[in-house]
């Protein structure tokens, strides 16, 4: 144990999602009840860090917030220290702010920071860590698509959400017998379609992993009709893409270290099934409603299991390392094994087995295996 320690940081940084305030409130319960700790929190991820934007987060603030979404620090997708974005007649230069932000923390007396992120925040602290600084992660996305953890939270109350939209959509499906497609979020991997497809009975999954053949997704179409079931739902990753094809691009930012954004590829995928088939589609994306509201009970319970651990690491001087969920255990990875890595479905999953029994058209004409259709979007 790290006797030392009397302060500690915490920011949140990335999209946001559902629980990051359950970790905050996690992490300042911990600190007061179990070690008599100081929390400082930073306003809007590393951004507070860099331009020393702080304050003291006590038992009140971070009482009355689990339930709450967003996360009452703010947070920033456009804060890489290493290439900070800073207007300069009216153009964006690019500065290295890591020293400033090395600076700020020592001189707040800091012993460790907790960041709550995602891929690009864990990037970020594994840079940080290099010049110094004792960082703890804590794993957060509604995309899942973080190494080093089974599952980040934020994933399963976007989940939740995209299953309660896809079971709305159905109503709609049936009573017009149209082809519905649902458009979610999720980046480069397809955890979101893939789960929220199964949790509400999409007939057919397209996931940035399977570029798809729209002929077998037109003829799981025709199938469910000549069975009598006239209409279809599509749930769509925003990362799909035909064969052959490229993902849509809906915006490029470029302050922002990721600076594609993604959406719209339902569109495509809309008038492909119109004009192949002659039934009437209908598109509804989903967008950052999934990042929206309150927390899953499971993310809930996740999100302040990380928090709690993640202080209790801190203490013991576990820092350089990003707490996880493996096997049900609260397990600690190191950041820089974590940072820069996507993690997306692979052709063994079990679960896409699970969609294949179910009848659920994955894409994929059924003479190709999945192993054969399988590209990595992020080297793609
Ligand atoms: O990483 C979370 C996420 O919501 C992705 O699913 C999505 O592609 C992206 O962020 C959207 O980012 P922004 O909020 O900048 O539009």
């Not at 600076?259 to 995928?269: D, W």
């Not at 192993?371 to 080297?379: I, R």
Request: aromatic share 6%; glycine share 12%; proline share 4%.
């Amino acid at each position: 144990m790290n006797e030392k320690i009397r302060r500690i940081g915490v920011l949140t940084g990335g999209g946001d999602c559902p629980g990051l305030n359950a970790v905050i409130r996690a992490i300042v319960k911990t600190a007061h009840n179990d070690y008599d700790l100081e929390v400082i929190g930073f306003v809007d991820g590393y951004e507070g860090l860099i331009e020393n934007r702080y304050r003291r987060i006590d038992l009140g603030e971070a009482s009355g917030i689990l339930a709450q979404g967003g996360t009452i620090l703010g947070t920033s997708n456009r804060a890489d220290p290493f290439r900070f974005p800073v207007l300069q007649d009216e153009e964006y230069i690019y500065l290295d702010r890591s020293s400033q932000a090395v600076r700020n923390f020592e001189s707040l007396g800091l012993d460790v920071l907790i960041t709550i992120g995602g891929d690009g925040t864990m990037a970020a602290s594994s840079g940080m860590m290099k010049k110094g600084l004792p960082i703890v992660g804590v794993p957060k996305t509604i995309d899942n698509d973080l190494f080093g953890t089974e599952v980040t939270f934020g994933f399963d109350s976007a989940c939740v959400t995209a299953t309660e939209a896809i079971d709305k959509i159905h109503t709609t499906a049936q009573s017009h017998h149209r082809v519905m497609i649902v458009e979610v979020m999720g980046r480069y991997a397809g955890w979101l379609a893939l789960c929220s497809g199964l949790a509400g009975g999409g007939d057919i999954v397209l996931m940035p992993e399977f570029p798809y053949d729209i002929e077998a997704v037109c003829d799981a179409i025709r199938t469910r009709n000549a069975r009598g079931k006239n209409f279809s739902i599509v749930v769509v990753g925003e990362g799909a893409k035909p064969i052959g094809g490229s993902m849509t691009v809906a915006r490029t930012i470029e302050t922002s270290p990721d600076a594609i954004r993604l959406g719209g590829v339902s569109h495509t995928v809309a008038s492909q099934i119109e004009g192949l088939t002659n039934i009437e589609c209908r598109v509804t994306i989903l967008g950052h409603l999934l990042r929206g509201g309150s927390p899953s009970a499971f993310d809930r319970i996740l999100a302040t299991r990380y928090g709690v651990e993640a202080v209790h690491m801190a203490v013991r001087g576990e820092t350089g390392r990003m707490v996880g969920l493996q096997n049900q255990q609260m397990v600690s990875v190191p950041i820089e094994d974590v940072a820069g890595k996507t993690r997306v479905i692979t052709p063994g999953h079990p679960l896409l087995k699970v969609a294949q029994s179910m009848g659920v058209c994955l894409g994929v004409s059924t003479s190709v295996s999945l192993e054969e259709h399988f590209k990595d979007p992020v080297a793609s």
